[in-house]
């Protein structure tokens, strides 16, 4: 009886220790994941941007980030403010003199949702940069539009018309005959993909409208 009783205090300790462990290992592990999921979006903003951080540990990566971006938001008419809202803008230099406007996007891909920032330069209409990332679109179709040859094409883009109407960066259905400044060459066997990607990128920004054209400094 005694032994039985022995066994049973040592089983439910030893439990209790492997549980107390694991509860440590799994809130460790979350921490670093929420970090990792932090990082990704910081890197992406800076990529955004131009800024190459291939090389970059992740030191120098929150270094770089916080020497050059701040995060800010938009009241309904467009003012940047300090209080929270749902739109979020990040700037890229001093915001009174910003160097570039990031924005970020999302919406449904084929298989995922897409996530991703476009940034703008000073004109507040041509393309500086724009990532794509934290997707699961099909590897070698829609999965080609977090790769840097067709992230590359939306540089120089605009965004506005020549009316100053929004019409966004477009992706064709396949290469373009007649290159111009609102579309770029579409990807083969992701049409579905990247229609969602159209619709997604100009509806985000259409959020942004007002404050894009609050200065009236957009230039052709």
Do not use: C
Not at 20 to 28: M, P, Q, R, T, Y
Not at 182 to 189: A, N, P, R, T
Not at 197 to 215: Q, S
């Amino acid at each position: 009886m005694h032994n039985t009783a022995h066994t049973y205090r040592f089983i439910i300790i030893l439990a209790s220790v492997a549980a107390l462990l694991l509860s440590i290992a799994s809130e460790g592990l979350k921490k670093r994941q929420e970090f990792n999921k932090q990082l990704d979006t910081k890197i992406n903003i800076l990529k955004s941007v131009g800024l190459k951080v291939n090389s970059m540990t992740e030191d120098d990566i929150e270094d770089a980030y916080n020497n050059n971006i701040s995060e800010r938001f938009l009241s309904k008419d467009g003012d940047l403010i300090n209080d929270i809202s749902e739109r979020k803008i990040f700037i890229f230099g001093r915001s009174d003199q910003p160097k570039g406007i990031i924005i970020p996007i999302s919406g449904k891909g084929l298989w995922s949702t897409i996530y991703g920032f476009i940034a703008l330069e000073p004109d507040r209409n041509t393309i500086k940069g724009i990532t794509f990332y934290s997707h699961g679109e099909t590897p070698g179709l829609g999965g080609e539009i977090d790769k840097d040859w067709f992230m590359d094409q939306f540089l120089g883009k605009q965004i506005f018309d020549d009316k100053f109407e929004l019409v966004s960066v477009s992706i064709a259905k396949g290469k373009l005959i007649h290159k111009n400044a609102h579309e770029v060459d579409g990807i083969s066997g992701a049409t579905l993909t990247t229609k969602g990607m159209n619709e997604f990128i100009l509806d985000d920004l259409k959020t942004y409208k007002n404050f894009l054209l609050m200065n009236k400094n957009i230039r052709k």
